[in-house]
Nanobody, 123 residues
């Protein structure tokens, strides 16, 4: 059974940093592209960042480019999202996801999803 488990969320102040982690099932991590999405209250889920199975290719939403960094350690079956200079607009539940296909910004390209971790940024 494929599992993705996020952690690292919390309550921080504007300007602070957080690092999210997503631990995946053993065989999933090295064969799948991975992504982070987020969903704020009353809004649709939106793309944050994605990374290819090898880690060579990354993509970012314009709203986080230059502040967030996606990375992965396939030896540890873990996906990361380093979030710097957090803003109140970053408040959301953050989800990691795995895709059998290309590194994508589209949520429907992802096959497996975690349960999410809450990030709250106060002003």
């Amino acid at each position: 059974q494929v599992q993705l488990v996020e952690s690292g969320g919390g309550l921080v102040q504007a300007g602070d940093s957080l690092r999210l982690s997503c631990v995946t099932s053993g065989s999933l991590s090295s064969r799948y592209a991975m992504g982070w999405f987020r969903q704020a209250p009353g809004k649709e889920r939106e793309f944050v960042a994605a990374i290819s199975s090898s880690g060579i290719t990354t993509k970012y939403a314009d709203s986080v480019k230059g502040r967030f960094t996606i990375s992965r350690d396939n030896n540890k079956n873990t996906l990361y999202l380093q979030m710097n200079r957090l803003q109140p607009g970053d408040t959301a539940v953050y989800y990691c996801a795995a895709s059998k296909g290309a590194t994508s910004w589209r949520s429907y390209d992802y096959d497996y999803w975690g349960q999410g971790t809450q990030v709250t940024v106060s002003s």
